[in-house]
C-alpha cells in the first residue's frame, strides 16, 4: 500500500534523473570493459601532460589541519592544478570551513525506503569514486527477508535432550527456534541483488547503510596518524594525502563504512564532479581510505546531501542536531528512533527510524 | 676502528663459506629474492589490488604472517632467559643465537607490515617530527614502538656479544655496565612485542573473534611453541655441522618449554571455543564459520580441523619421552609440524575466517593472488637468508673459529 505510494513519487519527482543514472550506468559498464589493465585512465593522461603528475611538493605536505593558511592555499592550488590537468576540466578544491555551532545528524526511515539504490549511485557521482576496478560505493543497501514465519506444531518436541522424565520438550535446537522472523539481522541480509531487480520486493525490507559519523568513532581511535578525524560539525573526514593506508581503521569500524583504493582509482574524466572539497570528494589516489563525509562539500554550504537529494521517497532527512527547528530535531522528538548496532558504544549520528 | 672493520671483514667471509648444499641454501633464497623483487615492484607500482585483499578482508597474507614472526620474535628470548635469569652455563653462551632469531624475525615482520601499507612512501607521517602519531589513542603506534625498540635492543645486544667475543674480551661475569640492562630489557621486551601484537588485533570491537582477553595468551603461547620449534631445529643442525658444542640438556629445556606451551594453546583453543560455543551467540558466528562453514562455504574447515588436530598431535608426540630423545629423527619431524601448523594457523585459523560475517552479513573466502604469494615468501627469504648469514658468522666466532688476529705484516 505504502510502497505504491512511493512508486508514484518516483515518477512525479524524479524519471528524468533516473534515465540519466541509467544511462550513466551502461556507459560505467562499458568503460569497465575497455580498461583492461588496473593502470588506469589518470596514469596514461599522466605520461601525457606534466600537470597531471603528483608533485614532490605534495608528496611532502603535511597533515591539512596543521598546516598555516600560506601551506593551504599552495596545496590547494597544487592539487587544482593537478586535477584539472588530469580531468581536462576546471576542478575547484575548496577548504570552506566549517561552519559554526552546527552538528550534523541524519535520520532515516527504514519504513519508506524501497531499496532502489539510487542514493549509492548519486553518492558516486557527486563524490568521484573509482567506478570500476575497485568498485567504490560508500553507500550499501541491506535488503533483509521479512519474516517467514514457518512455525510448527510438528517442531514442538525438536528439543535437546529430546525425551526425558520431564517431558519432550526441552531446549530448541532447530524446530521452532530458528525460524527466521525478520527484524534488523544482518544475518539473513543480502547486500548484493541484482541492479535490475523490482524493487521494493513485498518480503524484503531495506536498510541502507553508510558511515555513521560516530560521537565515539573507533576508526579515528585506530588511525596511526590521525589522517582521519572529527570535524567540528562531528563529521569523520579523511586527510587523503596523510593516509597510509594502513587499514587499522576499516579493522574497527562496526558498519563496514570504509573503502579502500586497492589500485589507482578508475574515473572517467567526463563523468569527474569538478566542485570538490579537500576533506571529501576530490579524486583519491591508490592506496588511501575514504569514506562517507555526508557530502561535506555540499553541507558546508548549507546544502542537502547528494543521497537526499535523490531519493525518491523522501526516506533521508539532514539537519543540524544542535537546532531544535531541523527535520532530525523534529524526527528525534517524534518518532520511534534507534541506532544501528547500538551495542558498540559508538554513539552514531546517524539514526534510523520507522514512522 | 681498525678492529671493527676486521670484524666485518672476517664474519662476512666466514658467513658466506660453506659446503655446497649451504652454497645452494643460499642460491635458492636469492634466486626467491631476484623473483620476488620483481612481484614487489609490481606490487608498489599498482597497489594492493594485486593481492587478494578486499573491503571485505582488508588484511592479507602479509598480516598474518606479520603476526606470526611476531611469535618467533617473541620465543627468542626464551633462548636468552634461561642464561641471564637462571644463570644456567649451558645456555649463556647460546643467547645471541636467541637475539639473532629475534632480530631477524622483527625486520622480517616490519618488511611484511611494509608491504601491507597502501602507501609505504608515507611512512614519514608515522615518525615523531615529521609526522603525528595518535598517541595515546592508536594501538598500532605502541605496535610499532615495540617492535622497533625490540629490533633495536637485540641488534645492540648481537654486536655487542659477537664483537666482544671476537676481540677475545668477552667475560660473562665483567659484561659493561650498561650492557647488562641492556640485555635484561631484551627480555622482558619479547612478551611486550607480542602482548602489543595482540592488542592491535583485540581492540577492534567488531572483529567479535578477536576481542577476546586470551589472545594475548593465546599468541604468548604459541609463541612459545613456534619459537623453540625454530630454535630446537637450528641447534640440532647447528650441533651436527659445526664445532659449537650444544647440550642435549639446552634441547631438553626448549621440548620441556614447547610441550607446556602447546598445553597451553590447546587450553586456550579449549576456552574459547567452550565460551563461544555454549551460548552460540553471534559472537560465534566466525568460529562457526571456520568449524562448520557457512551456506557451503567451507574453505576454512579443513584448515581448522588441520591444524586444531597437528597441534594435539605435536602435543601428545612431544610428551612422549622416545620422541623428545629422538634428536636426529622424530624430534626434528615434530619440530617442523608445530612451526608449519602454527604458521598457517595465522591467516587460515586466525584472520581471514575472523571477518566473516562482516558488519553487514557478508561470508567471504580469502584466495591469495600469485603476486601475494610471492612477495610472502621474497620476504621470508629476506628473513631466512638474514638469518641463515648471521648465525652462520655467529657460529665462527663461538666456536673460536673467527677471530681476531693483531695484524703482524704491518710492524
Given amino acids: 500500500m505504502s510502497e505504491e505510494i512511493h512508486e508514484t513519487n518516483v515518477e512525479t519527482d524524479d524519471v528524468q534523473e533516473r534515465r540519466r543514472g541509467f544511462l550513466r550506468n551502461i556507459g560505467i559498464a562499458g568503460a569497465a570493459a575497455l580498461v583492461s589493465s588496473p593502470v588506469s585512465v589518470e596514469a596514461s593522461v599522466g605520461s601525457a601532460n606534466p600537470d597531471a603528475e603528483t608533485t614532490i611538493a605534495e608528496m611532502l605536505q603535511g597533515h591539512f589541519v596543521l598546516m598555516s593558511d600560506e601551506d593551504k592555499k599552495k596545496a590547494i592550488a597544487r592539487l587544482e592544478k593537478r586535477y584539472s590537468a588530469q580531468y581536462g576540466k576546471k576542478t575547484i578544491v575548496s577548504d570552506a570551513p566549517a561552519q559554526d555551532g552546527v552538528l550534523f545528524g541524519y535520520a532515516l526511515n527504514i519504513s519508506k525506503c524501497i531499496g532502489c539504490r539510487r542514493c549509492v549511485h548519486a553518492c558516486v ?115 587523503y594525502n596523510w593516509c597510509i593506508g594502513c587499514r587499522m581503521c576499516q579493522l574497527a569500524c562496526p558498519y563496514g563504512a570504509r573503502r579502500f583504493n586497492w589500485g589507482e582509482p578508475n574515473l572517467p574524466p567526463e563523468e569527474m564532479n569538478p566542485k570538490t572539497h579537500y576533506l571529501g570528494n576530490r579524486p583519491r589516489m591508490r592506496g588511501v581510505m575514504e569514506k562517507c563525509t555526508f557530502c561535506v562539500q555540499r553541507t558546508r554550504e548549507g546544502r542537502n546531501p547528494a543521497c537526499l537529494e535523490a531519493c525518491p521517497v523522501g526516506a533521508r532527512k539532514f539537519g543540524n542536531l544542535l537546532d531544535p527547528e531541523s527535520d532530525v530535531r523534529k524526527i528525534l522528538a517524534t518518532k520511534k528512533v534507534f541506532r544501528f548496532k547500538e551495542e558498540m558504544s559508538t554513539y552514531p549520528k546517524f539514526f534510523y527510524f520507522i514512522g | 676502528m681498525e678492529k671493527i672493520l676486521s670484524f666485518a671483514v672476517d664474519f662476512g667471509s666466514y658467513a658466506i663459506k660453506g659446503g655446497p648444499r649451504y652454497k645452494a641454501w643460499l642460491l635458492f633464497l636469492v634466486s626467491i629474492i631476484l623473483i620476488g623483487s620483481y612481484t614487489a615492484y609490481r606490487q608498489l607500482t599498482e597497489g594492493l589490488i594485486l593481492t587478494g585483499a578486499t573491503d571485505q578482508i582488508p588484511m592479507e597474507l602479509f598480516f598474518a604472517n606479520f603476526i606470526f614472526t611476531a611469535h618467533v620474535a617473541a620465543a627468542a628470548i626464551l633462548v636468552v632467559a634461561p642464561g641471564y635469569f637462571y644463570h644456567r652455563k649451558d645456555m649463556k653462551e647460546l643467547a645471541v643465537i636467541g637475539e639473532i632469531i629475534a632480530m631477524c624475525f622483527v625486520a622480517t615482520g616490519i618488511t611484511f607490515i611494509l608491504f601491507h601499507m597502501g602507501r609505504p612512501d608515507r611512512l614519514l607521517h608515522m615518525l615523531p617530527g615529521t609526522g603525528y602519531t595518535n598517541f595515546p589513542n592508536s594501538m598500532l603506534v605502541y605496535d610499532t614502538i615495540v617492535l622497533n625498540v625490540y629490533l633495536y635492543l637485540n641488534l645492540v645486544g648481537i654486536s655487542y656479544i659477537l664483537y666482544k667475543k671476537y676481540v677475545g674480551e668477552f667475560d660473562t661475569k665483567a659484561l659493561a655496565r650498561w650492557f647488562t640492562p641492556v640485555i635484561y630489557l631484551a627480555i622482558v621486551w619479547g612478551p611486550l612485542i607480542h602482548i602489543c601484537t595482540a592488542f592491535v588485533l583485540s581492540s577492534n570491537a567488531r572483529m567479535s573473534e578477536w576481542a577476546t582477553a586470551v589472545l594475548p595468551f593465546g599468541f604468548l603461547a604459541m609463541a612459545g611453541a613456534s619459537g623453540p620449534a625454530l630454535v630446537v631445529l637450528l641447534f640440532l643442525l647447528i650441533r651436527k655441522h659445526t664445532k659449537v658444542h650444544i647440550n642435549d640438556s639446552v634441547i631438553d629445556l626448549m621440548t620441556t618449554i614447547i610441550g607446556w606451551s602447546l598445553g597451553i594453546i590447546l587450553l586456550v583453543f ?15 558466528a566466525s568460529l562457526n564459520y571456520s568449524m562448520f562453514g557457512h551456506n557451503g562455504l567451507n574453505m576454512y574447515v579443513p584448515w581448522f580441523w588441520g591444524i586444531v588436530g597437528s597441534i594435539f598431535v605435536c602435543f601428545v608426540a612431544i610428551l612422549t619421552p622416545f620422541i623428545r630423545k629422538s634428536y636426529d629423527r622424530w624430534l626434528p619431524v615434530v619440530c617442523v609440524v608445530i612451526f608449519l601448523a602454527i604458521l598457517l594457523e595465522k591467516p587460515m585459523m586466525l584472520v581471514f575466517p575472523a571477518f566473516s560475517p562482516s558488519p553487514l552479513g557478508e561470508y567471504t573466502e580469502y584466495h591469495p593472488t600469485f603476486i601475494e604469494y610471492f612477495n610472502v615468501l621474497f620476504t621470508w627469504a629476506i628473513g631466512f637468508i638474514s638469518l641463515t648469514l648471521l648465525i652462520k658468522g655467529a657460529v665462527g666466532i663461538l666456536s673460536g673459529e673467527v677471530k681476531y688476529h693483531k695484524p703482524i705484516a704491518t710492524k
Avoid at chain 1, 568513532?217 to 569523520?236: E, I, L, M
Wanted: hydrophobic share 30%; aromatic share 12%; glycine share 8%.
Fill in chain 1, 125 to 239: 557521482q557527486e563524490n568521484n569514486q573509482s567506478r570500476n576496478n575497485p568498485v567504490i560505493q560508500w553507500i550499501q543497501v541491506m535488503k533483509i527477508p521479512k519474516g517467514n514465519f514457518s512455525f510448527s506444531a510438528d517442531k514442538l518436541d525438536k528439543g535437546y535432550p529430546e525425551s526425558s522424565r520431564i517431558g519432550d520438550y526441552g531446549v530448541q535446537v532447530g524446530g521452532n527456534a530458528y525460524t527466521p522472523v525478520g527484524g534488523l539481522s544482518t544475518e539473513e541480509a543480502q547486500n548484493y541483488y541484482p541492479q535490475d531487480e523490482v524493487v521494493p520486493d513485498k518480503n524484503f525490507f531495506y536498510v541502507p547503510v553508510q558511515c555513521q559519523q560516530c560521537e565515539k568513532p573507533p576508526c579515528v581511535k585506530a588511525c596511526p596518524v590521525r589522517a582521519t578525524f572529527r570535524d567540528p560539525n562531528g563529521v569523520v573526514v579523511i586527510d
Fill in chain 2, 270 to 284: 579449549a576456552s574459547e571455543y567452550f565460551t563461544g560455543l555454549f551460548s552460540n551467540t553471534e559472537h560465534a
